[in-house]
């Protein structure tokens, strides 16, 4: 990279000298031979580098080096939660006098990035210069990289009343530092919200931690949260820390509580009550400051009626409870949530901008999303792929082949729904399930049910359920 190098030295000859390095070296020179001066050009000229002498007229090489400080916290903000970075913006090499080195590990401590001993010679020059930039370049790709990250979490698409609700209990809980249940099916964006009052929360610059506590059988998932001691068990070679302790200051996620085991139940209550715990193998107790966030999609008051969910640990969990709506109780979001992935979709591969054609949104209306939030994702990333133009037709939406449990496949799910939308649901699943099962032939589909084979076809029509297999295009939409 071409940068812009700040030059600050009162004597003539020095300056020059490392004016012309620097433009040799493919880089923009700027100078000044006092402090003020420095910190204006600072200021209105915002240098990648600064190479700062120490003994300088008006005012010290350290004093500029603490203003910079400061200005960067100031622009921070008052509230900011962030930790002072390691070096100051711009960085600074100090350039010292032989036997002033005490002053140079003072700038050191004060956020410089590095020091050169008067006088140096123009390659020792050149590394200093290179590894301060390097440093830079990669400070800046971690910038960019880190806020891709949070963008890809960013929006939290949709207006539906319900969820709005839910998301205005979430935004006051973020700022203290409360439990939080997320309650919801499966789908519905509990991890996304998870994720979102973190950011929210005072502890955004801190890590946020998910744990699966469905994945891991009891000693593992103590190992996972707690971590262990070395030589806590054959094979724990080195301490280890658990998430809790990585997570320190931020946020812990634990994901699927509904299914931890019931010992380790026991073990995080004690977290929650006293904000302590053990590492595997440990004697000593260790204190933590973490916010807990839980989700699941179980109902837990029937997980406590039948024994395998400790009612102590619910009180403690559920401090403050958000339950997130289905997407068949907002389907007002579908046209918001629809364009949403299909934009995200196109930039994945094709950067073609797709739309849904009426059809398709009413089939969409009508389904019943047993996977709510995240099948709507993956039925339109599939139909992107099998759509041949930028219109998303039923044919590509295949929303009959995504059930997979026998609940699902017949378009229920436990909870009660309209009669009509369940009758609706039901019958649209025996027709597609007959298509499946007889390798989309109709007339044979027909035969299955026992239905003249037009009143099969007017059937199909009606419910717009497509007559051809989700993963080939029906030859008609070839382009
Ligand atoms: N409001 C929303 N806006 C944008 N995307 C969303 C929204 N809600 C959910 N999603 C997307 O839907 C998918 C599922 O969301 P998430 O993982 O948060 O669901 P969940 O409730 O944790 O599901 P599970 O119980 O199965 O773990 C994710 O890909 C997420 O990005
Ligand atoms: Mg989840």
Redo the contacts with the bound molecule.
Sequence with gaps: MRAKILLVDDDRDILLGLENRITWMGHEPLTASDGAEALRLIEQEAPDLVLLDLELPHRSGLEVLQQVREAAAVAAGPDSETPLATYTTPLIIILTAFGTIERAVQAMHLGAFDFLTKPFTADHLTVVIKKALETLALDRHVDVLRKEVEGQYD????TNQKMAAQLAIAKQAAAAPVTVLLL?E???????IARAIHRWSPRRDKPFVAVNCAALPDTLLENELFGHERGAYTGALKREPGKIEIAEGGTVFL?EIGDMPLLMQSHLLRVLQDQTFYRVGGTQLIRTNVRFIA?T?KDLRQAIRQGTFREDLYYRLAVITST?PPLRERLDDLPA?SE?FLRRAAGLGTHRQYTLSDRALTLMHQYHWPGN??EL?NVLTRAVILSTGATIEPSHLSLMAVSSTPDQESGLDSSLHAYHEMMEAYSKNILARALQQNGWNQTRAAEALKLQRTYFTKLLRQKQISGHPPHTRPDNEAE
Excluded: Q, W
């Excluded at 929006?155 to 949709?158: A, F, K, N, Q, R």
């Excluded at 499966?186 to 996304?192: I, R, S």
């Design positions: 929006p939290i698409v949709g919801g499966t789908g519905t964006g509990k991890e996304v994901d989700a999609n997130l949530l949403y939030v995240r994702e």
